[in-house]
């Protein structure tokens, strides 16, 4: 993993525990799962880790894709 990675809690038990950070500083992410997307929000917290701490992002709702 790189240090742009970020702790993902909460949501599908599909979605990976790391997950990589996106080029841009928001507080939100979008996770493309299925037919739409997972949302997680920045909790204001980190996990010690050997590369340094990393984010920790919960879970806040799920969107589906319209067609």
Do not use: C, K
Not at 11 to 40: A, F, M, T
């Amino acid at each position: 993993m790189n240090a742009r990675d970020v702790i993902l809690e909460g949501g599908p038990s599909d979605i990976p525990e790391r997950y990589p950070l996106p080029n841009d500083d928001s507080d939100r992410l979008r996770v493309p799962r299925l037919n739409g997307y997972e949302h997680y929000e920045f909790t204001g917290t980190y996990r010690a880790d050997t590369a340094g701490p990393i984010p920790i992002y919960r879970w806040i709702y799920t969107t589906l894709i319209a067609e």
